[in-house]
């Protein structure tokens, strides 16, 4: 036990963290629109004036847990048009592929109570190419590559800063904030740096859950230079600055002259800050009071010099008196922090990693502690307004999220990218949780169990998608996320210590969201499920959430293998809830129904009218079936098909010996319903160790799937599986629909589809979750078959390999996406030279996928939420 790891069983540890986001403007949250065009409502240029309802944004952003007060940087170079307070990106409409953040910043390290934060921005000392980068990436089409930051060329010269950004806790409330910046180029530069405090605005609004009605907490400067933090309900602080910085002070409040042509806001508003640094403008309160301050400082940085600022906000209690010598030990506790930070991670790491290996996992799960954001959502308020507000027009009534009244989400929730994915999505948040579990299980338990709790959960046992449409679906990945938690938690504990409060808490609220999808989702009763979008984007030949004439629907493969998947997980959760409470055995054997009936279902190939498995082809396949009972299946080789192999689970004869009840439940259905025995793996055939398999997938059909999964010229590409085979990239498949061909061709990284905006492409690309899942799925086919199953590895080369070596050949092919290659390249870089100067090829971004081709990253930068889950497949590769 570290000191570390002795923190986190100190709640109050964790109320100050990382929790400001990276973009509030362009959410739906913030959209107040009657048409819900969320990305124009708030913008970039008026995220500066306009005051937020639900969160706050920032560079470096940290908060307290209910975000009452924020604290983060702004910068300015002299040359900018704006004060560089939040990320530049486009919207979904200004860039060729969709939204894209165009700007350089990494997560570099966090402990989990974020007793030690470090991260560094890259900041041009020219002027931010703000309009070159909107008006070439208007210019380009979608089979124009994006233009990014570093094509402006304004690194080039290297006339830029390194910003690193550190956080170090003395105590819970006590926060050292240190900001070094780095001149890179061969000229002395200037830079203002602007740390920023200030308080979210919950005094405009009226009646404000978090806060007592219209209090308005304040920021005073002291005789002694310090400014004296006042606030009802997160009480008093004070923020030293080290040196003698300019304060400069105004209101958290919407400048309504600049964006209303108003004169009754604030003559101090929340962009007064910004007009007195570039202009000049009297728009900061002489009074040195308000509710927002910053402390300007202005430096000259020499060629490849260095200068740094260092302050210090600390709670004082009821007396309101702060340190006398602020900085005496500033320095010793940065540098202890540091330390345990190390400390913790030499525990939690594989020692047999490479340094390459510990360095990318340790980047990783910073970026998952980094991309914690306090998220608040209430949606009868937002659709019925605020009292002292305009009422939203009255479209909103019937728009977006109005059957979600019962939602009220206001907490730290670990979030996808808190630029790209400000919300939440609920199978990213899945994923995001078993990774977090291996470094924080105790809070990968809490986020998964608040997403099923009655604030987000819908009455109905609806788990919400995202915040752009609660009502879509997502795949059910929970039950498996809260096993595989329960598992590695398991392994790093002592035996008797398995924590079943959580496993059976979990499994109670999950049966409700079961029961909705076999209500909700099986349209014609015949346990195929359709789902719709099922996070899948675009890789459907046509968008999957297409309502059609009539009694006509989309059934899926993946959507029928991801409740095959849900059933099994549930039901091997009871088993093992059953060890303690007899009366999960009848859940068990519940799950184990659903699953068989699921299982013929997919598999029936003596009815091809019905079941997705397609003999001919040997694969799995969606189906339209049409409201005459007539199906058009779509053979299009996609990870739709591949999907299946994901639901299975395998016992052994301890387990089932415990659950004589359960067992004989299995030699039930063996000889009465044979028809679905037959379908499915043969579970009282033992396998090694007396282990018993259930899987959609027998031995050949698993090796058919298999012969094209391993396949280069299909999905097998250097770093992963595929979303799609390769062969449509000179093939193109076509689909032909009421006299419309659809058309699905292979594209590695970028889209050429305005489906979905463009921005989430499956088309080809290789997708983190379902490859990690994937080697999970072959792990636990080899526990089964052993040694005498094996494979062509890769198809072509005459090598029989077992599927274990598979799965680990797999992982090492993802894992590889981000360490050093033989040149010393990172193929998640690409092939910019920039990547390969020092002072960059060892700053990891995590992206949301990789090109199918060359694992060049693609999409959102910052998506650590499950392609962190390479931190999970690092410490499995070394796990014995």
């Known amino acids: 036990m570290t000191t570390e790891h002795h923190r986190l069983e100190d709640p109050a540890w964790r109320q100050w963290g990382p929790y400001v986001s990276d973009r509030q403007w362009g959410t739906v949250r913030e959209d107040y629109s009657a048409n819900g065009d969320a990305w124009n409502y708030t913008t970039h240029d008026t995220a500066r004036s306009y005051t937020f309802r639900w969160g706050e944004e920032g560079i470096a952003g940290i908060s307290d847990d209910m975000q009452q007060l924020c604290l983060a940087l702004a910068l300015w170079n002299g040359k900018d048009p704006i004060l560089k307070e939040r990320y530049f990106g486009l919207t979904n409409a200004e860039g060729n592929h969709g939204e894209d953040v165009k700007e350089l910043y990494y997560y570099l390290d966090n402990t989990p109570s974020h007793s030690y934060q470090r991260m560094l921005y890259k900041y041009p000392q020219a002027a931010y190419p703000y309009e070159q980068l909107l008006n070439e990436n208007r210019r380009r089409g979608r089979l124009d590559p994006e233009f990014e930051l570093l094509d402006t060329g304004i690194f080039d010269a290297d006339r830029y800063f390194d910003v690193f950004v550190e956080y170090a806790k003395a105590g819970p409330q006590d926060i050292l904030m240190t900001v070094t910046v780095h001149n890179r180029g061969p000229e002395s530069a200037d830079l203002h740096l602007l740390p920023t405090l200030w308080f979210r605005n919950t005094w405009v609004f009226g009646d404000d859950s978090d806060g007592v009605p219209n209090y308005r907490p304040s920021l005073i400067l002291q005789p002694d230079k310090t400014v004296s933090v006042e606030d009802s309900a997160l009480g008093r602080y004070i923020l030293h600055a080290d040196g003698d910085p300019e304060w400069l002070f105004c209101e958290n409040e919407t400048n309504r002259a600049r964006l209303y042509n108003s004169h009754l806001g604030s003559r101090y508003p929340k962009d007064g800050i910004h007009d007195h640094v570039l202009y000049g403008a009297d728009t900061v309160n002489p009074a040195h009071t308000g509710t927002r301050a910053a402390a300007h400082h202005k430096l000259t940085v020499a060629p490849g010099g260095s200068a740094v600022i260092r302050l210090r906000l600390e709670a004082t209690g009821q007396l309101g008196t702060g340190l006398a010598q602020p900085f005496g030990d500033f320095d010793q506790v940065v540098a202890q922090r540091k330390q345990e930070a190390d400390e913790f991670y030499a525990e939690v790491q594989p020692n047999e990693a490479t340094l390459d290996e510990q360095l990318v996992q340790r980047q990783a799960f910073a970026g998952m502690l980094w991309s914690k954001q306090y998220y608040y959502y209430d949606v009868s308020r937002w659709l019925a307004g605020d009292e002292n507000s305009p009422p939203p027009p009255p479209e909103r009534l019937q728009g977006r999220n109005h059957t979600w009244l019962q939602l009220i989400n206001a907490g730290v929730i670990s979030m996808p990218d808190k630029w790209e994915y400000p919300w939440y999505a609920a199978w990213d948040w899945a994923f995001h949780c078993v990774t977090l579990s291996v470094i924080d299980p105790g809070f990968a338990k809490q986020q998964l169990m608040m997403l099923t709790n009655e604030w987000f959960m819908h009455p109905n046992g609806q788990l919400p998608a995202y915040e752009w449409n609660f009502s879509d679906v ?294 983190m979750p379902v490859n990690y899942l994937l080697v999970e799925s072959l792990d636990r086919f080899y526990h089964y078959f052993g040694d005498s199953f094996t494979v062509e590895y890769p198809v072509g080369s005459g090598q029989q390999i077992t599927l274990n070596t598979v799965a680990h050949e797999l992982s090492n092919r993802l894992i590889s996406l981000f360490t050093r290659d033989a040149e010393g390249n990172r193929p998640v870089f690409g092939q910019h030279p920039k990547y390969q100067d020092p002072n960059f090829r060892d700053y990891v971004l995590f992206y949301e996928y990789f090109d199918g081709d060359n694992g060049r990253g693609v999409g959102a930068s910052h998506q650590t939420g499950w392609t962190g889950l390479v931190a999970e497949l690092i410490d499995r590769k070394y796990r014995k």
């Open 474 to 767: 997502n795949p059910p990945v929970q039950a498996w996320a809260a096993w595989r938690i329960y598992h590695l938690e398991l392994e790093r504990k002592p035996p008797g210590e398995e924590d079943l409060t959580f496993l059976r808490g979990i499994f109670h609220k999950l049966m409700l969201n079961f029961t909705w999808w076999v209500n909700r989702k099986d349209e014609s009763g015949n346990n195929i499920f359709e789902g719709g979008f099922l996070g899948l984007d675009n890789i459907g030949v046509f968008d999957r959430n297409t309502i059609f004439p009539g009694d006509s629907h989309l059934e899926q493969a993946d959507g029928t293998s991801w409740m095959a998947m849900y059933a099994l997980n549930m039901m091997r959760i009871a088993l093992e809830l059953a060890r303690h409470d007899s009366v999960y055995d009848e859940m068990a054997t519940k799950f184990f129904d659903h699953f068989l009936y699921i299982a013929g279902a997919i598999t029936n190939i003596g009815h091809s009218n019905i079941g997705l498995w397609d003999e001919e082809d040997a694969f799995f396949y969606d189906q339209l079936r049409m409201d005459d009972g007539t199906v058009q299946r779509m053979r299009v080789r996609t990870l739709v098909g591949l999907i299946p192999m994901f639901a299975v689970e395998v016992l052994d004869d301890e387990l089932l010996q415990a659950n004589p009840a359960f067992a004989s439940r299995m030699v039930w259905f063996q000889g009465h319903r044979p028809d679905l025995y037959n379908q499915v793996s043969r579970y009282t055939e033992k396998g090694v160790d007396e282990k018993r398999l259930l899987s959609l997938l027998r031995g050949f059909r698993l090796k058919a799937l298999l012969s094209k999964v391993l396949d280069e010229q299909e999905f097998l590409s250097p770093h992963g599986i595929r979303a799609v085979s390769k062969v449509y990239k000179d093939h193109p498949y076509e689909f032909t629909l009421d006299n419309t061909t659809f058309r699905l061709t292979y594209t590695p990284a970028e889209s050429d589809s305005g489906m979905f905006g463009g921005n989430s492409n499956w088309r080809g690309p290789v997708w």
